[in-house]
C-alpha cells in the first residue's frame, strides 16, 4: 500500500491549518479574553458560555481507554458522516480520484462523493452477501482513493468475512474505510486490534446505534496519528460541541448499560426473526448481525404501505441491487416488535383494500 501521504490531495498536504483560540492555552483556570465569547453567562439555564475543547481530549482519553487505543488514533467528529465527509476531501481530488463502493450499502458513502464530485465505482456483492473479492480487486484503479467497506453491512446485516477483507486491505493502495457502526450488535470482534498492522485503514465506529445517542451526534475514526492529524486539520475548530462531549462522557461512565441494552436487543432480534419468519407474507428473513432485520416480502410495496397506514415506520430497501422486495426492519422494544407482528398478521389475512 502507498503512504497515505502521496494519496492525499496536494492542496491539504500544503494546508496551514486554522488555530483557534482556545488551542493555544489547553488549562481551565485563567481569565479567558481570547474568543470573545460571553463572560456573564448563558441566555439558557444550563451554562454554555464558552467554547468546546476542540480536540475533545478528556472524551478521546476516555474512548482510548475503552478501545485499548492511543489517544491520537482518535478523530471525534459530528456524526461519522462527519469523518467520511472529511476523508473524501482530504483525499479525492473532485473530478479526478474514486471511490468503490459495495453496493448494497449505506447511502452515504455515494452521497457524500457526489457532493464533493468524487466518481463512484461500484461492485455489487454476491448474491450471498458477500464480498466478491476478485471483481473488486478487478475494479481498482490508481485514482482509486477509498474503499468502503461497511461490517456489518446496512442494509444486508452480515458481518464479511475476515481473509476477503485483509487481502482487500493487502492489495489494496488506497486507504480502506471500515464501518463498524453495528459491530457492538455482532459476535465478531472489532477490526480496532489490527490497525496497528495496516497503516492505511481507517475503522468508523459510532455512538448513534449501541450507545443509544443518535441525537447527540458522536462517531468516531480510527486510524495512525498520520491521518487523524489531516482530518483534525481540516474539521472545523468545533466541530463536537461540549453538550455532546460531556454527555458522551456520561454514556462511557455507563458502559455496563449499553452492554446490558445491546444484550437485551440482540435477544428481541432473534425473537423478531422467528415472528416475522412465521409469516405467509414473508419470503425470507436474513440473518442479522447488527440492530436490524433485512425481510424479503412476496410484495414489499404493498407491505410498506399497509404498515405506514397503521403508523410503523419501516425502510423499504426493495430499489437497492440484491434487495428486491425487501423491507429493513429496525429491532424495537419488545412492545413495538410484538405491535410490528400483530400488524403484520392482520395485514397478512386481509387483502388490500383498493380506493
Ligand atoms: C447509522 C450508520 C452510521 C452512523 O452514522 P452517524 O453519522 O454516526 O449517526 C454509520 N454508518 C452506517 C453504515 C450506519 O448505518
Known amino acids: 500500500m ?15 491549518a486554522y488555530s483557534s483560540a482556545r488551542q493555544e492555552h489547553a ?20 451554562s454554555l458560555n464558552r467554547y468546546p475543547d476542540p480536540l475533545q481530549k478528556k472524551l478521546k482519553e476516555e ?30 481530488e473532485p473530478g479526478k480520484d474514486r471511490i468503490l463502493i459495495m453496493p448494497p450499502t449505506y447511502g452515504m458513502y455515494e ?46 446485516g452480515n458481518v464479511f468475512q475476515p481473509d476477503g477483507i485483509e487481502r482487500l486491505l493487502r492489495q489494496f493502495q488506497g486507504l480502506t474505510v471500515l464501518d463498524e457502526a453495528y459491530i457492538d450488535f455482532a459476535p465478531d470482534k472489532s477490526w480496532l486490534p489490527r490497525l496497528s498492522r495496516w497503516p492505511n485503514l481507517v475503522v468508523l465506529q459510532t455512538f448513534s446505534k449501541a450507545w443509544g445517542l443518535a441525537d447527540v451526534r458522536l ?29 458522551a462522557l456520561q454514556a462511557l461512565a455507563n458502559h455496563r448499560g449499553k452492554t446490558r441494552m ?56 426493495s430499489d437497492q441491487p440484491l434487495c428486491g422486495d425487501c423491507l429493513r426492519i429496525t429491532v424495537g422494544t419488545p412492545e413495538e416488535n410484538r405491535r410490528l407482528l400483530h400488524a403484520l398478521k392482520e395485514i397478512d389475512i386481509s387483502p388490500e383494500q383498493t380506493e
Do not use: W
Request: proline share 4%; charged share 25%; hydrophobic share 45%.
Open 111 to 156: 452521497v457524500c462523493a457526489a457532493i464533493n464530485d468524487v466518481k463512484v465505482q461500484r461492485v455489487l456483492l454476491r448474491p450471498d452477501f458477500e464480498i466478491d473479492v476478485a471483481s473488486v480487486l478487478e475494479a481498482l484503479e490508481p485514482r482509486t482513493k477509498l474503499l468502503f467497506i461497511c461490517s456489518p453491512n446496512n442494509p444486508t
Open 27 to 46: 488549562g481551565e483556570e485563567g481569565i479567558f479574553l481570547d474568543a470573545n465569547e460571553n463572560a456573564l453567562g448563558s441566555a439558557a439555564r444550563e
Open 262 to 317: 445491546v444484550g437485551e436487543i440482540i435477544q428481541e432480534r432473534d425473537r423478531l426473526q422467528k415472528g416475522l419468519a412465521a409469516l405467509d407474507l414473508v419470503d425470507r428473513v436474513y440473518p442479522s448481525d447488527a440492530n436490524f432485520l433485512l425481510v424479503k416480502m412476496h410484495d414489499a410495496a404493498s407491505v410498506f404501505r399497509r404498515l405506514l397506514q397503521k403508523k410503523i415506520v419501516v425502510r423499504n430497501r
Open 63 to 92: 474512548i482510548a481507554r475503552l478501545k485499548a487505543v492511543s489517544a491520537q488514533q482518535i478523530f471525534l467528529g459530528n456524526g461519522s458522516d462527519e469523518a467520511i465527509d472529511l476523508l473524501l476531501r482530504a483525499f479525492c
Open 219 to 247: 462517531g468516531m475514526a480510527f486510524a495512525q496519528p498520520g491521518i487523524i492529524e489531516v482530518l483534525n486539520k481540516i474539521k472545523h475548530p468545533y466541530n463536537v460541541n461540549g453538550v455532546t462531549q460531556r454527555l
Open 2 to 16: 502507498s503512504d497515505f501521504r502521496s494519496l492525499l490531495r496536494p492542496n491539504i498536504r500544503d494546508l496551514q
